[in-house]
């Protein structure tokens, strides 16, 4: 039975978000206008926020209902307690965790925006190949705000996919946008890294909370008449967004797929995401990523022929290559710890 759920859950992280990276790159370049006669890009990252979010936060709270044990909620603890009540500080909704949800929230409705504008500058195997080193921001982002240390391996895995990663940058203006975005991604990871530390939370309900509070802050931010900001509201002056992504959508039909492709396989993808930590861990998801990235790249080149030179391809199998090694400490590490924890208990049972 775990054999079948994790190759379900294989299959499932595989095709939605393989699906969803050839449905990201489309919607960032030119459709044609219904004249014939022209062609536009889409220029609405949080309308593309907003949709994907609320069907994110739909699926998470469909799968808490169907899924959940009975106590189950979406304010409990997980796995509940059976002293007394959690106090205020513990309880997963509280005005602090909410505002740390916020706080992710935030962060990824402005990654979103920065990586939908990277697009512009650097080719979709670049970006995603950047996206795979995330482990510089991560560390970068709990050393300023936690003030975390790390084993001397990560440095040296660092140093191996800034050095992969070197060949493939091309764009000031791009790199610059894929530097804020994965600052912003590291935030995500550490803020929420802390959340689970801290508070008793399951990763659906985090879910839930945190595409809720970015279904909220994009419909805001894409309703509001704001004046032209580059990268957030790419608009003309004192225009709201979502009208003129209506009018796209009117005037660009062929947008409809990917734009639909792009929204549900995100929100779907997220929930075997959450199914493969739950019953596999971190270790497994990472491996599963790590791999769907690659073949994400393979893909990227396959279906809108884009060229890498043979420097470019060996950067890459530096990049993934140093991944590999953090994983593979990761799951020693782990490995040893399991070991540990068995003699422990044979020793307890002895007594």
Partial sequence: MSVLRLGLCVLGVYSMFLLWAVAQERLSVPFQHIDGQSTDKFKSPFFLGTCQSFLSSLSALAYIVIRGKSGSSLSRQAPPSSSSAPSHTSSPTSKVLLLRYLQVSAFITLAA????????YLTYPTMVLGKSCKLV????????????RFAPHKYIVVAMVTVGIRDHMAKLIGILYLLVNLILDGAVNSTQDEVFVRYKVTGQQMMFWINLFCTLLST???TLPLPHIPVLHPSGGLQSEFPNAIGFIRTHPSVIVPLVQFSLTGALGQLFIFETLQHFGSLTLVMITLTRKMFTMVL???????????????????VFGGISVEAWVKRKE??????????EKAKIKSL
């Fill in 334 to 343: 782990v490995h040893a710890k399991r070991v540990l924890q068995e003699k």
């Fill in 220 to 222: 805001a931010l894409g």
């Fill in 137 to 148: 921001p991560v560390m970068l982002m709990n050393f300023v705000m936690y003030r975390r």
């Fill in 300 to 318: 990227s080149v396959v279906v809108y022929d884009h060229k890498l030179t043979l420097g470019q391809w060996a950067g890459a199998g530096i």
């Fill in 113 to 120: 925006s920065f990586g939908f504008a990277t697009l512009s």
